[in-house]
């Protein structure tokens, strides 16, 4: 994967992971914060990225992203929220990377769909036991939101998922 395709998913991951950090500090009401309906993005990104040039790809994608982002969302939030970020982001997208890369010759929705569940699973635990815990938020409503979500999300995004893959392998 050249540099200048390595280029455009970065940035994506960066400006997903910033957002939604920046975003997960306004709640929606008891259950959900704005932060839930941005972060499954990350996943389409990581997933797109695995399908067309492979696991070591993917993973460059989820360090470069990380790496940028904590250090973005550092100023852009609070520190605890870019800590969380960062653990919870890593953790869950090279476990989205390995689970995907295991069903990549299932199905075509089998291995975005499995990834990005187990990998918003482990996403939703740490990032909102480390940033929240402690505060007197609501963040153990707030997750069950948030996880929700991811999982709707994750369907949702299954159709231009199928779409975007479809074409482009239909075209190679």
Same mark, same amino acid.
């Given at each position: ?17 910033? @957002? ?24 389409? @990104? ?108 994750? @369907? ?17």
């Amino acid at each position: 994967m050249n540099r200048f395709r390595t280029l455009a998913p970065v940035a994506a991951m960066i400006a997903v992971v910033v @957002i939604s950090n920046v975003l997960v500090q306004y709640p929606l009401n008891d259950w959900l914060t704005w932060g839930a309906l941005t972060y499954p993005l990350a996943f389409f @990104i990581t997933d797109l990225t695995n399908r067309a040039h492979g696991p070591v790809a993917a993973r460059r994608i989820a360090r470069w992203g990380f790496v940028f982002a904590v250090a973005i969302s550092a100023g852009l939030s609070t520190p605890r929220i870019a800590l969380a970020s960062g653990a919870a982001f890593l953790a869950a997208q090279l476990l989205d990377v390995a689970v995907f890369n295991r069903l990549r010759q299932k199905s075509w929705w089998q291995a975005p769909l499995a990834s990005s569940v187990l990998g918003s699973a482990i996403d939703t635990t740490l990032f909102f036991s480390v940033a929240f815990a402690g505060s007197g938020l609501p963040w153990a409503s707030w997750a069950a939101g948030d996880f929700a979500v991811k999982i709707g999300m994750a @369907i949702l995004m299954l159709a231009p998922y199928g779409g975007i893959v479809r074409g482009r392998f239909a075209r190679a």
